[in-house]
């Protein structure tokens, strides 16, 4: 064994990423669920934390702009005494205007929204500017084809959120109320035949866009749902390509090139606690089964590949939860790494020279203890382990240079052993360092 560091390039959370994300529950914008994570205070205390939150409330707030845009049209209405009302209607109109969108804004960010299916109320908030839009068709009477357009303008934010169904129900909303509008208009003057002719043409008009609306949303929506499901495809793939990159094929463990980046950046993290005033501790541990060899050379390869798997199975069940053993996140979850050959290592954060000894002295008797069972017949197993505890400054190749060297340490003493670095060789409880025998002729 040595202690050079592999020559792989960069480890895998280079090249993959270590935030790379898949669609997130707001799949329509395809954009990865997580934490936005604002630089400012006041930017966690507008968007939140959220980063689909975010969206929604840039979204909402794109709307409102949209409002505004066209005040300056109804300033105008007023001004040339088209709007009935005049100013007063324009002050009512702003307000409401502000009020509607502070609203939504309000009950997005309190975050109520994000068990629907529609979090961001798209369809809510285009039927509440059709209500608006039609309340100013009432205020402008003859003149109210300057402002049609702005059906289309809020039914346009629907056409990246909305299905087909969702857009048809806001349609006929829409035209519902157009319908009401128009009848309104008839019982308040009486039309004349020209004009009962040219609101039914606009009808008309709305309708047939509203039904092509639908249809492109529709299309739309298909398009969105294919790319949600590329991209979770697509993330579903970089997993197992992340996995394949820092596995070792047989085990199932880490291997020896993940072994590595995460020494570095453990090391790293226990330099900056040193220099902050924190202590901390990081013990690593090479594990050989000892005369490997002569059970590839009795029962065969695949038995000896039978031994290496369940010896892995062990050794991850009797690590403690918190001994992070080469795992690529900041958590701990019984894993281990494969270092080559019949060498395994264990890398426990946090862990000084007693909670070494103990979990390894535990490793040793139990894994001692328990015969392994291949299609041999039972194989009896034992290891020998070599330790040491991180020092300050000491870098990732000393560290496993000192642990090699306390591997042999324990093989020379008769196998079978412990040699933690600053402390005595204890012997395994198990059957000693005699070659291995089947349990059955």
């Known amino acids: 064994m040595s202690g050079e560091k592999p020559e792989h390039g960069p480890g895998p959370s280079t090249v993959a990423g270590r935030g790379g994300g898949v669609p997130g529950e707001d799949g329509a914008d395809g954009r990865p669920a997580g934490r936005a994570g604002p630089v400012t205070r006041w930017g966690r205390l507008v968007w939140g934390e959220d980063a689909l939150q975010a969206v929604r409330l840039r979204r909402t707030l794109t709307g409102a702009v949209s409002y505004l845009m066209f005040m300056p049209a109804i300033v105008a209405t007023a001004w040339f005494g088209w709007l009935r009302g005049g100013w007063s209607t324009v002050l009512v109109l702003l307000a409401a205007a502000l009020a509607v969108n502070a609203a939504f804004f309000l009950i997005i960010r309190s975050g109520v929204t994000r068990g629907l299916k529609d979090p961001s109320l798209t369809a809510v908030q285009i039927a509440t500017a059709s209500v608006l839009i039609v309340f100013l068709l009432v205020l402008l009477r003859e003149r109210m084809d300057i402002f049609l357009p702005l059906y289309f303008t809020s039914f346009f934010f629907g056409v990246f959120r909305l299905d087909r169904g969702q857009y048809m129900r806001v349609g006929a909303l829409a035209v519902l109320m157009f319908v009401g509008f128009f009848l309104y208009r008839l019982a308040e003057h009486g039309y004349p035949l020209a004009a009962v002719e040219l609101d039914g043409l606009r009808l008309l008009i709305l309708l047939t866009l509203l039904v092509w609306m639908s249809v ?77 060899k002569a059970i590839n050379d009795t029962y065969g390869h695949l038995v000896g590949d039978a031994v290496l798997r369940e010896v892995a199975v062990r050794l991850g069940g ?17 894993a281990l790494v ?68 306390e591997l042999y340490a324990a093989k020379a003493a008769g196998r079978n052993r412990l040699a933690l670095a600053g402390d005595p060789i204890r012997e395994g409880s198990g059957p000693g360092s005699g070659p291995p025998s089947p349990a059955v002729p």
């Open 216 to 292: 492109m949303g529709g299309y739309v929506s298909r398009l969105r749902e294919i790319n949600a499901r590329q991209r979770a495809e697509l993330g579903r793939a970089l997993a197992h390509i992340r996995e394949l990159v820092v596995r070792d094929e047989l085990t199932g463990a880490y291997n020896r090139r993940h072994l590595w980046e995460i020494l570095e950046r453990e090391t790293s993290r226990l330099e900056r606690r040193r220099r902050g005033g924190a202590t901390s501790d990081l013990a690593v541990a090479i594990l050989d089964i000892d005369n490997f």
């Open 318 to 334: 009797e690590i403690r939860r918190q001994d992070w053993v080469a795992h690529p996140r900041d958590t701990a979850e019984g």
């Open 338 to 405: 494969r270092f080559g050959g019949d060498e395994f290592i264990l890398v426990l954060p946090e862990t000084g020279v007693e909670g070494t000894r103990s979990c390894l002295e535990r490793i040793l008797n139990r894994l001692a203890g328990t015969p392994v069972a291949t299609e041999a017949g039972p194989v009896t197993l034992t290891l020998s382990i070599g330790a040491a505890v991180w020092t300050v400054g000491e870098s990732v190749s000393d560290l496993l240079a000192r642990c090699d060297r």
